[in-house]
């Protein structure tokens, strides 16, 4: 049985507040509010969906995962250790930092930090943009999806697939180049049946994450955002683009933590359980030049 339900948030860390400051608020049009030990960007009615605090690096940190209650954060915890992963139960700062009633966090076999949680417990101001974002599409899919570094790949998968239940949306063979290895990416639903929460991705790297991804309601702010990319001085990582697997027309950009953020509208839903999984042959149907990335 799925018990986790959707990425409730993530955590960066920063040597610069007010780099987040801006970019949450002038490229990504969401509402940068203090907390007690960092930086809030608010989505929508809950106080934050993107934690920012200080650190010695500009890196990921932590994804927050959804469960509906106590009783589920329970078993999870326990599944967890049955199949060999230290859990540590967050102490009442930390449920206090993230706004939640109860927290535990753990480490994946590819050394990816996350923390399961249960019980909002901020406040619930609607959302508004500060440069006329109309909304983004969160609720009971959470705030997007985040693509993690998986190296060991196997057993990083097994625990999310077998141990936490989540369902295996798309699987893709990335050959980056004709003669490269295959690298593996795999995309995994959550019970809230958005088509992709996680994705794991058989390649390193240093900032703690490939890239997380936000959805907003309309594909007019996509484009507006599009426009806004170069005012704001920020790097383009993928040009405009329609992706295969989710159907995500969207964008990708570098964000102040080193890791990419993908602006998009559009993703398909999942029925999960009912949903079989398939197999990405392309990356995009059209569009989404990565090239740019590294130029």
Same mark, same amino acid.
């Given at each position: 049985?799925?018990?986790?339900?959707?990425?409730?948030?993530?955590? $960066?860390?920063?040597?610069?507040?007010?780099? !987040?400051?801006?970019?949450?608020?002038?490229?990504?049009?969401?509402?940068?509010?203090?907390?007690?030990?960092?930086?809030?960007?608010?989505?929508?009615?809950?106080?934050?969906?993107?934690?920012?605090?200080?650190?010695? $690096?500009?890196?990921?940190?932590? #994804?927050?995962?959804?469960?509906?209650?106590?009783?589920?954060?329970?078993?999870?915890?326990?599944?967890?250790?049955?199949?060999?992963?230290? +859990?540590?139960?967050? /102490? $009442?700062?930390?449920?206090a930092s993230r706004? +939640?009633?109860?927290?535990?966090?753990?480490?994946?076999?590819?050394?990816?930090?996350?923390?399961?949680?249960?019980? /909002?417990?901020?406040?619930?101001?609607?959302? +508004?943009?500060?440069?006329?974002?109309?909304?983004?599409?969160?609720?009971?899919?959470?705030?997007?999806?985040?693509?993690?570094?998986?190296?060991?790949?196997?057993?990083?998968?097994?625990?999310?697939?077998?141990?936490?239940?989540?369902?295996?949306?798309?699987?893709?063979?990335?050959?980056?180049?004709?003669?490269?290895?295959?690298?593996?990416?795999?995309?995994?639903?959550? $019970?809230?049946?958005?088509?992709?929460?996680?994705?794991?991705?058989?390649?390193?790297?240093?900032?703690?994450? +490939?890239?997380?991804?936000?959805?907003?309601d309309r594909l007019?702010?996509?484009?507006?955002?599009? /426009?806004r990319l170069k005012?704001?001085? *920020?790097?383009?990582?993928?040009?405009?683009?329609?992706?295969?697997?989710?159907?995500?027309?969207?964008?990708?950009?570098?964000?102040?933590?080193?890791?990419?953020?993908?602006?998009?509208?559009?993703?398909? #839903? *999942?029925?999960?359980?009912? !949903?079989?999984?398939?197999?990405?042959?392309?990356? #995009?149907?059209?569009?989404?030049?990565? #090239?740019?990335?590294?130029?």
């Amino acid at each position: 049985m799925l018990k986790i339900e959707a990425l409730a948030y993530i955590v $960066a860390e920063t040597r610069d507040r007010e780099k !987040w400051r801006v970019f949450g608020e002038r490229m990504l049009g969401m509402q940068a509010v203090a907390t007690d030990d960092g930086l809030g960007l608010k989505m929508d009615a809950r106080d934050f969906r993107i934690l920012v605090v200080d650190g010695d $690096a500009d890196r990921y940190f932590a #994804s927050g995962w959804q469960l509906p209650d106590g009783s589920a954060l329970d078993v999870t915890i326990a599944e967890l250790r049955g199949a060999g992963i230290e +859990v540590t139960p967050g /102490d $009442a700062a930390l449920a206090a930092s993230r706004k +939640v009633e109860r927290i535990a966090f753990f480490t994946d076999p590819a050394g990816n930090r996350h923390e399961l949680v249960c019980g /909002d417990t901020g406040g619930s101001t609607p959302f +508004v943009s500060p440069i006329g974002v109309h909304g983004f599409k969160t609720g009971a899919q959470g705030m997007g999806h985040t693509v993690l570094p998986a190296i060991p790949f196997e057993p990083t998968l097994k625990l999310f697939h077998d141990t936490l239940g989540m369902g295996l949306s798309d699987v893709f063979n990335f050959k980056p180049a004709p003669d490269a290895p295959n690298i593996r990416i795999y995309f995994l639903h959550a $019970a809230s049946g958005r088509h992709h929460s996680l994705a794991l991705a058989e390649m390193p790297n240093p900032a703690g994450c +490939v890239h997380v991804m936000v959805e907003v309601d309309r594909l007019t702010d996509v484009g507006r955002a599009y /426009d806004r990319l170069k005012a704001e001085g *920020v790097k383009l990582m993928a040009t405009l683009g329609e992706h295969e697997n989710d159907r995500m027309t969207s964008f990708y950009m570098m964000t102040p933590g080193n890791f990419a953020l993908e602006y998009g509208y559009g993703g398909i #839903s *999942v029925e999960p359980g009912v !949903w079989e999984t398939t197999q990405t042959s392309q990356v #995009s149907i059209w569009g989404h030049d990565f #090239s740019v990335g590294f130029q």
